[in-house]
């Protein structure tokens, strides 16, 4: 015989799934938000995606070889390109280029590497290098600029966003919710905020894409799109001039980011639907909790962190469904 | 202000003190009795928790000691020599004599040795390996060198030789816990005497099969032709299923079955090299694998 | 139209690739040289009753089962016994074997070889259940469990369904959709048979509506008999499962082992176990034959032979126009559960379902990653299992853990690992925990 059998165990045969596959259509699935955050922010947008994307493929690759001396580098699997995506889409278009290197910097070097690379970090390290970056630079990270100022980058002047106003009115403010711009402007995205989250649509149609694609399961968006309607439905009904209307909620600031991209990251998220539900549901609840009652006017990104603190919790927790049980 | 800082103090302190009386009470009344002898035979083991003793790990060994109340039966190979006399003192006894004893490969089937016939595509252990089918040559018996052994070895004493495919045990390193016999799905390594002078002779195989099969498998594995069994003058060896082996309590190391294997498969490890013979032909030389004088041996 | 019935939880769909559904059954000629293992079956293995040197007919009984679980063996060739020695098997080692040289091909004259379809069946239950055991049938679906065990439930079992697995879920294979194209009456009857002996007034034949065509015959067909229904089935992966199957046709769900399908009033066997009790009981023909797949995609003529137990492989391969060249692996079964050969010297036995020839570049598995925890195996898992906890848990030799995350339940039908996007070798490692699980309970059992 002109060559050896080979013997292993079944399965002989693979689905052809990869991690590049999932990566690339997240990666796809951004697209539509991108081009959204183009339009809307213009320059700055470009120039904030690109150095974020650059400064977290670069410290991947410099840190597989130079520090953990791996001979094969996991840059091309596309994690880098989703983490450094995601972060732009968590800062404001007129952010300073180095400050984007550093928010780069945390979410690989302190979110991601320590831990062994993809697979074993505990939190989202898109979020890492985001709140980092929102603690370090509080003043840069929470001013947004107007929307239409396509040639401004960090000159672009600036304004309140919708989730401040909802801020001023639930803290008393008792004009703040007429300012608010129409449920249609918040949907299409024409609106302040971080870059790619402005658009509800885009980020719909690349959730809606994922989900085609098997990439992610409608548990953890639908829980926590959800959950953030009906809590913050609640305390609308109780006092509707304090409290914006659960559409305002849905459709501003990083929920539908933060759902439909942010906490179904694999990761960082529980692996059966039962934990899946739990955690997103608890993630919907920390959000509107935040945005509410705490000091800052936006919750997402530490409603995710803390739920990812209890992932491996869930995990223990909730068994999937036996068969015949 | 000073005021404010004095009611901190007072409740912190306070709370500590309460806090600290409640531990007191708690620790004295749920305190478990432990012998002392146990934190003491603790100390004199080497913590390497290897399980070579039967037991889970070093404290519950020296537990058992206690709980038996002399040594008998027990025995810590991981430790050194008298380490075991000084826990029968403990103990107040004495503890009984045991020849040291090493870790032997019993394969011989090196890449060379050993053509190989298919290819394993799994994961990298012997124990997955074995259930998968034969392994990769006509020798479903030997080694499969995915290194299950070295992996379970605490001591680094066994380590696997790229050239041959086959693990090697470093004899100075080993404390013959066992371990890695345990871990080898196909049994091939066996606990063996150390010997006088670290010399052993063993038969470096454990191929069940007919002769005609086994040789076509592997150009040293036994045959089972039973040659030794007939030239050995102390009755150490036994032939059964096609296979010879050296009960190591009747061996004297007087070689005679190395020079007659016509397979080289019993080896003999750590004698002095033979002196040169210029008269005899090559081919009946002893086959070089037979005679080693390094301590690291192809065992 | 209503929703097609499949099983509940997980499951994958591999791409069917069934080459040779449109192929007629062709029968291969007997080998020169037939070879019988003597373990080709779940339980004890035979007992030789033939010495070297005594000639034999086809269809005489060689080896006598070795206890209540095992099976007889029968002589597929007439000829002389050559010797019994250990030969390289399906399972990769050497096993004990009967060698027979074949002269000629002269039959028991107890067999009836007329191609006539025999409806009645006078005999009573107790006489089909001996005749079956006598004529050494186990099930042809590759597990070998055998079949008489199946026909005697435990006393306090109320059986009241009898599912037919006629899905074929495997890739690749179509023999027993062939089998059903070929010869639905005598399946039908054969299953009427079974109906008898078990005393068990419905049965239910599950088929996957990708084999349009069976569904069509067998619903036709099964009119004639009365409490026989084909349930057209949703194609999914692996619906063939013996608790997948009884799910899918009947909604009910065999708990976690030590629970056999008895226990919820159900038997499952085979479609092509079926055809062979028809034989068995109606033509006294044992069980010496079988249907086998022989595929894959470079193969110049794949095929579906009936084939004489014992054939080397290496006969079929040559039939269907030689080993290709790019051959990696040889499978004995289908992609998703076979069993990688070592050679084309082993022989066919009762479990041989099929033979695949996967190109080198399907077989060789790419390089594995870290776990990124998609969860797709958990979502997979037919069982409801967590594949890439239980494959940590091996990993790292936690048995006591493995056990209480049910490691036992799983059927090792590989869905995990074909969806794992890190080419993670879930299933090798859970094979190993399953196995050393298992040790560890029956001993502690054992103890008791």
């Known amino acids: ?325 | 202000m000073s005021n404010l800082i004095l009611t901190a103090v007072i409740v912190l302190g306070l709370t500590g003190l309460v806090l600290g009386i409640v531990l007191y009470i708690v620790s004295r009344k749920f305190a478990v009795e432990v012998d002392p002898r146990i934190p003491q035979i603790q100390e004199l083991l080497p913590g390497a928790n290897c399980g070579g003793c039967g037991f889970p790990g070093c404290p519950a060994f020296a537990e058992a000691c206690v709980k038996q109340g002399s040594v008998k039966g027990l025995k810590c190979s991981a430790s050194k020599d008298g380490v075991m006399d000084q826990i029968a003192a403990i103990l107040g006894g004495e503890a009984e004599h045991q020849d040291p004893k090493v870790a032997v490969v019993r394969c011989n089937g090196s890449c060379a040795n050993r053509p190989g016939l298919n290819r394993y595509d799994g994961v990298k252990r012997c124990s997955i390996a074995n259930m998968t089918a034969g392994g990769e040559t006509g020798c479903f018996f030997g080694c499969l060198g995915c290194g299950d052994c070295v992996a379970a070895c605490k001591f680094d004493a066994i380590h696997m030789n790229p050239e041959t495919g086959l693990p090697e045990v470093d004899q100075d390193k080993c404390t013959a816990c066992g371990m890695c016999a345990t871990a080898c799905p196909r049994r091939i390594i066996e606990l063996r005497n150390k010997g006088k002078l670290d010399r052993r002779v063993y038969v470096s195989c454990v191929n069940k099969d007919k002769g005609p099969v086994a040789k076509k498998a592997c150009a040293a594995a036994c045959i089972g032709c039973g040659k030794c069994v007939k030239v050995c003058p102390f009755e150490a060896i036994t032939l059964e299923n096609n296979l010879a082996y050296i009960d190591f309590t009747k061996c004297r190391l007087c070689k005679k079955c190395v020079a007659e294997c016509p397979q080289g498969t019993i080896l003999a490890v750590n004698f002095p090299a033979p002196k040169p013979k210029p008269e005899v032909a090559p081919s009946e030389a002893p086959k070089p694998e037979a005679v080693s004088e390094t301590p690291k041996t192809a065992e | 139209m209503a929703m097609l019935k499949t099983f509940k939880i997980g499951g994958v769909h591999p791409a069917e690739n069934k080459l040779t559904k449109d192929k007629q059954t062709e029968v291969l000629l007997p080998p020169k040289q037939a070879v019988f293992p003597l373990s080709q079956h779940i339980g004890a293995p035979a007992v030789p009753c033939v010495q070297k040197g005594d000639q034999v007919k086809v269809g005489t009984m060689i080896a006598t089962a070795g206890g209540f679980v095992s099976a007889n063996i029968f002589s597929s060739v007439s000829g002389k016994v050559s010797k019994i020695d250990s030969v390289l098997d399906a399972s990769g080692y050497r096993k004990p074997a009967i060698i027979i040289d074949v002269e000629g091909d002269e039959w028991e004259e107890s067999i009836d070889r007329s191609e006539q379809l025999v409806k009645e069946c006078n005999l009573t239950p107790e006489e089909i259940i001996a005749k079956i055991k006598d004529a050494g049938l186990v099930g042809l679906g590759g597990a070998c469990f055998p079949v008489h065990v199946k026909m005697m439930p435990p006393k306090d079992a109320v059986i009241d369904y009898i599912v037919i697995n006629a899905v074929e879920c495997e890739p690749y294979l179509t023999s027993d959709h062939r089998l059903m194209l070929e010869h639905p009456e005598e399946i039908l009857v054969g299953l009427s048979i079974m109906m008898k002996a078990l005393n068990v007034k419905q049965a239910r034949v599950g088929i996957e509506i990708t084999k349009p065509d069976a569904i069509a015959v067998m619903t036709e067909k099964a009119k004639a008999y009365s409490g026989i229904e084909v349930v057209p089935l949703k194609t999914k992966y692996p619906q063939g499962g013996e608790k997948q199957l009884i799910d899918a046709c009947t909604g009910r769900q065999v708990p976690p082992p030590p629970a056999i399908p008895a226990n919820v009033g159900v038997v499952v066997q085979n479609v092509g176990t079926v055809y062979s009790i028809y034989e068995a009981v109606q033509k006294n023909k044992p069980l010496f034959e079988r249907i086998v797949t022989v595929t894959g995609k470079s193969v110049k003529n794949p095929c579906n032979l009936k084939v004489r137990m014992g054939t080397p492989i290496a006969q079929l391969v040559e039939y269907a126009g030689g080993l290709p060249e790019d051959t990696g692996k040889l499978i004995g079964g289908g992609p998703m559960m076979g069993k990688t050969l070592m050679s084309q010297d082993i022989p066919t036995v009762k479990g041989t379902s099929g033979i695949l020839m996967l190109p080198e570049t399907e077989s060789v598995r790419k390089e594995e990653r870290n776990c990124i925890r998609c969860a797709k195996c958990v979502g997979a898992c037919p069982m409801g299992l967590e594949p890439y906890l239980l494959a940590t848990l091996s990993e790292n030799s936690d048995w006591e853990k493995a056990e209480s995350d049910m490691i036992m339940s799983c059927i090792e039908c590989g869905c995990c690992q074909s969806t794992c996007p890190s080419n993670r070798p879930l299933l090798d490692w859970v094979r190993l925990g399953k196995t050393t699980v298992g040790g560890i309970i029956r001993a502690r059992n054992a103890k008791k």
Not at chain 1, 54 to 65: D, G, N, P, V, Y
Not at chain 1, 121 to 128: C, D, E, G, T
Not at chain 1, 266 to 281: A, D, E, H, L, W
């Open chain 1, 1 to 325: 015989m002109a060559q050896k059998l080979i013997l292993s165990q079944s399965p002989h045969y693979h689905g052809g799934d990869s991690v590049e596959r999932n990566m690339y259509s997240v990666v796809l699935a951004l697209v539509p938000a991108l081009i959204a955050s183009f339009v809307v922010f213009g320059l700055g947008a470009l120039i904030v995606t690109v150095t974020s994307v650059a400064a977290c493929l670069l410290f991947e690759w410099s840190i597989t070889k130079y520090i953990l001396g791996r001979e094969r580098s996991t840059v091309s699997d596309g994690s880098a390109i989703v983490t450094g995506l995601l972060l732009a889409f968590n800062l404001p278009s007129n952010l300073p280029l180095y400050i984007i290197i550093i928010g780069a910097l945390v979410a690989i070097g302190i979110g991601k590497m320590p831990y062994g690379g993809l697979g074993n970090n505990p939190f989202n390290p898109a979020l890492v290098g985001r709140v980092f970056l929102l603690l370090s630079f509080p003043a840069k990270m929470t001013t947004w600029p107007e929307t239409g100022q396509l040639l401004a980058y960090t000159d672009a002047t600036t304004a309140a966003t919708p989730l401040a106003l909802m801020k001023q009115a639930a803290t008393g403010n008792a004009d703040a919710l007429a300012q608010l711009p129409g449920i249609v402007q918040l949907f299409i995205g024409n609106n302040g905020g971080c870059l790619g989250e402005v658009s509800v649509l885009a980020l719909l149609i690349g959730g809606i894409f994922l989900i085609y694609r098997k990439v992610i399961t409608w548990h953890i968006p639908v829980s926590v799109l959800g959950t953030v309607a009906v809590v913050s439905g609640i305390m609308w009904a109780v006092n509707p001039e304090m409290f914006a209307n659960p559409l305002y909620h849905l459709f501003s600031g990083g929920v539908m980011l933060g759902a439909i991209f942010m906490a179904t990251d694999y990761v960082t998220s529980p692996m059966t639907p039962k934990g899946q539900i739990i955690y997103g549901v608890a993630i919907g609840f920390l959000i509107v909790m935040i945005r509410l009652f705490g000091s800052y006017p936006e919750g997402t990104s530490f409603a995710i962190l803390i739920m990812n603190a209890f992932t491996p919790l869930l995990n223990n927790w909730c068994k999937p469904k036996r068969f015949a049980e």
